[in-house]
């Protein structure tokens, strides 16, 4: 089956970490620019950071640089937010996505909650 799955968030207190993972099945994500994405109650989606397959080239939000990495294992088929210096801001349901670079297909993980208490 054709798929992302998430794992990782969860409740963690202002100024702390966490890591949310991606695994692809059925799929590799060789080819694929992959992106992090949030959304927040009452706001729309936002793109969080993104990598680029050729040459591994990162973009990020302003509000999270310097404090938020992307990145893609091979080995694992995943990708993968490391998130630090959390601030309650940062509350939100995080969305992986993968899309190939050349047809544009996509994939969507299921969403996990992120939530940063003050």
């Known amino acids: 089956q054709v798929q992302l799955v998430q794992s990782g968030g969860g409740l963690v207190q202002s100024g702390g970490s966490l890591r949310l993972s991606c695994a692809a099945s059925?799929?590799?994500?060789?080819?694929?620019?992959v992106s992090w994405y949030r959304q927040a109650p009452g706001k729309e989606r936002e793109l969080v950071a993104v990598?680029?397959?050729?040459?591994?080239?990162?973009n990020y939000a302003d509000s999270v640089k310097g404090r938020f990495t992307i990145s893609k294992d091979s080995v694992t088929n995943a990708m993968y937010l490391q998130m630090s210096s959390l601030i309650p801001d940062d509350t939100a349901v995080y969305y992986c996505?993968?899309?190939?670079?050349?047809?544009?297909?996509?994939?969507w993980g299921q969403g996990t909650q992120v939530t940063v208490s003050s």
């Open positions: 990598l680029r397959p050729a040459g591994g080239q990162t």
């Open positions: 059925g799929f590799t994500l060789n080819n694929y620019i």
């Open positions: 996505n993968a899309q190939h670079l050349f047809t544009s297909i996509e994939y």
